[in-house]
DNA sequence: CAGTATCCTCGAGGATACTG
DNA sequence: CAGTATCCTCGAGGATACTG
């Protein structure tokens, strides 16, 4: 897909915008393993098993797009750690969605991570509400408005 | 990415088992044609600027993998048109999730697209929640926990 | 440890002609 | 209309050697 068939076949799509970010084979797993605390370098590389310069690459595209910050964490010689940002942080839902669903259908036994709220263990729930009805929505229920 | 390399990098992922099914640069796109509506193989061509074989591959894997399914509108000839199956509506709080990314940190002007409850017309949120403190909860207060 | 620099392969994506 | 069949290109991903 190139660019010029993104504008034209897909206007304004956010969600052609944001592959374009994260819509590779592995920036959504390298973003997975930060969310879980991985923030090294070779922490990442050994525990997902990529490519030295992939993983160079796409630390430093998630850095330049905003979603991950290089921050020191030692002096002589300085390292690095990649921390999320509040744009990284705020992917949370959206990889969240993808687990529950591939835990719902891609899988025959039990989920094999399961989320919880760290205060009481309690697996979440993910839910799409209408705040003025105040009502849990099914997808039928949603539709969708232009702008424009 | 070789499956080898998922299998011992990333084991038992649910995200890397859904971007198998739908982690490509176009499933996404197709899908959310789909949820707006477009159910025929012209139409979803035209809109997306897809490559027509590459159409009919990604329809066949979503058939195959029970996220469309292929129900016939005519006979003489008989046409079909593709249609969510349960699984496949299941994504939508997936893809929601992500237009709502992508709206809020993709772009300076408007939402492109809102998503809004049919009935009443608001913009719909999206949550994560906690149902036992029945809390609204933020990702620094999600943990993971592996099952064995 | 945390990368960078090279080189290579293979397959995803695309253009286009053809068909019941 | 709704595809299938061919052929081609280019770039994502990967292996590996090197470095402050």
């Known amino acids: 897909m190139n660019h010029a068939a993104l504008e034209s076949g897909v206007p304004g799509s956010s969600i052609a915008r944001t592959l374009d970010l994260i819509g590779d084979r592995w920036t959504l797993?390298?973003?997975?393993?930060?969310?879980?605390?991985?923030h090294r370098f070779t922490e990442l590389q050994r525990d997902l098993g990529i490519a030295?310069?992939?993983?160079?690459d796409r630390l430093h595209r998630l850095v330049d797009n905003g979603i991950l910050e290089r921050v020191p964490y030692q002096e002589r010689?300085?390292?690095?750690?990649?921390?999320?940002t509040d744009m990284g942080r705020d992917l949370s839902p959206a990889l969240i969605a993808f687990m529950q669903w591939g835990d719902r259908?891609?899988?025959?036994?039990?989920p094999p991570t399961v989320l919880v709220h760290d205060?009481?263990?309690?697996?979440?729930e993910h839910t799409v509400r209408c705040?003025?009805?105040d009502d849990v929505l099914?997808?039928?229920e949603?539709?969708?408005r232009d702008n424009g």
């Not at 997975?32 to 605390?37: D, E, I, K, N, P």
């Not at 010689?77 to 999320?84: A, K, S, T």
Request: aromatic share 6%; charged share 25%.
């Open 29 to 38: 797993l390298v973003l997975r393993a930060v969310f879980r605390g991985r």
């Open 52 to 56: 030295r310069n992939l993983l160079t």
């Open 77 to 84: 010689p300085v390292r690095h750690e990649y921390r999320l």
């Open 105 to 110: 259908w891609c899988t025959d036994g039990p």
């Open 119 to 124: 205060a009481c263990g309690t697996p979440i």
């Open 131 to 133: 705040p003025s009805c």
């Open 138 to 140: 099914d997808p039928r």
């Open 142 to 144: 949603i539709a969708s």
